[in-house]
């Protein structure tokens, strides 16, 4: 008894042990939630062609938020990649922002439609947009976060990629340049197992990512990337090491995709339903879910509220951005060619 106990009271206290007050890790909560019944849109408005592509981060929710609460937003950098719709919902875009940008309409402000979707960006919360070619987001951030460091603020940048980017020299060259120069960085890897169809074993001889970060001279941490405040500890500390002037880190979330790649994927020709299906029991959404009834702060009641306020959030970004205009052919030209001075 005496044992239960004391565990119950471990689990009580971990939100309140990294800082987060109950109103935070609801919070948490309830962006990991948005995310993925946004996401879950997504898939479905591809489905009959009413949009032409979705690359999901469903099941990187933990990762995502996790890493995006530590951050100040509108202050600190992100330079994300395609799966981070989390991650940038965390940091301030909205779901009919998302939307917009999956149909391609007028008024995105990623790139007001020129752009595929999942190209993500704000000027406005030093949301860094990225390019297509995987890795490209690595170096750039390491640019970012020399730029800081020769301005003397106390900013930092955070920049995602999945395990297969670090297949890439992108990636070499980015952690190799803010090991030598400390830079305020941190380098989030979602190792979700799989780069499309390859799977990691056959991406790289060492079992862990983070194994790479002693190569360039910063540390390496493996997070439980299914387990929201496991990540958000360690990118606490990384975010209060690099603020210190100490310098970059990486971090391996550990996670998985239960979905295919992208809306034109098929999964089932590289894995198995059993491996899914048993990655679907680390659920992070029912993870956060349990934990939170462990510590009353959710139950039954407050589980279907959440989702029914969710559905109408999506309902609406889903009825505005298909209600949206197309942007004028003219704006193709926008932001291309300078003007010439007479």
């Given at each position: 008894m005496a044992t239960q106990v004391a565990e119950k009271i471990a689990l009580e206290i971990t939100h309140r042990a990294l800082g987060l007050s109950d109103d935070q890790?609801?919070?948490?909560?309830?962006?990991?939630?948005?995310?993925?019944?946004?996401?879950?849109?997504?898939?479905?408005l591809h489905r009959p062609h009413l949009v032409a592509f979705h690359i999901s981060g469903i099941g990187h929710e933990a990762a995502q938020v996790g890493a995006a609460f530590a951050l100040k937003r509108g202050y600190d950098y992100a330079h994300p990649y395609y799966r981070d719709m989390a991650t940038v919902l965390t940091l301030g875009m909205t779901p009919r922002d998302l939307m917009l940008a999956l149909f391609g309409r007028?008024?995105?402000?990623?790139?007001n439609g020129r752009q595929m979707p999942s190209h993500f960006g704000s000027r406005a919360l030093n949301i860094v947009s990225g390019s297509s070619p995987v890795a490209t987001q690595i170096p750039q951030a390491a640019g970012i976060a020399f730029a800081i460091k020769y301005k003397k603020t106390d900013q930092v940048v955070l920049t995602c990629f999945g395990e297969g980017s670090t297949a890439e020299g992108d990636f070499?060259?980015?952690?190799?340049?803010?090991?030598?120069?400390?830079?305020?960085?941190?380098?989030?890897c979602q190792n979700n197992q799989y780069a499309i169809s390859v799977p990691a074993a056959k991406q790289m001889a060492v079992p862990n990512v983070a194994d790479r970060a002693r190569a360039y001279g910063i540390p390496g941490v493996i997070v439980d990337g299914n387990d929201v405040l496991d990540v958000y500890g360690a990118m606490r500390d990384a975010v209060a090491r690099a603020r210190r002037g100490q310098g970059a880190t990486l971090i391996e979330a550990k996670t998985y995709r239960p979905v295919p790649?992208?809306?034109d994927d098929d999964d089932r020709t590289y894995r198995s339903r059993a491996e899914v299906e048993e990655w679907k029991k680390r659920d992070p959404i029912l993870r956060m879910q349990e934990y939170l009834t462990r510590v009353n702060l959710l139950n039954a009641q407050k589980i279907v509220e959440s989702d029914a306020r969710a559905k109408q959030v999506v309902d609406d970004a889903d009825e505005f951005a298909r209600n949206a205009p197309y942007p004028p052919a003219e704006a193709a030209l926008?932001?291309?060619w300078g003007q010439v001075k007479s």
């Open positions: 890790v609801l919070e948490m909560y309830w962006a990991m939630l948005l995310a993925r019944r946004l996401d879950e849109r997504m898939w479905i007028q008024g995105e402000p990623s790139s070499h060259e980015g952690l190799n340049w803010a090991g030598i120069h400390t830079l305020p960085v941190i380098f989030l790649h992208s809306s926008g932001n291309v």
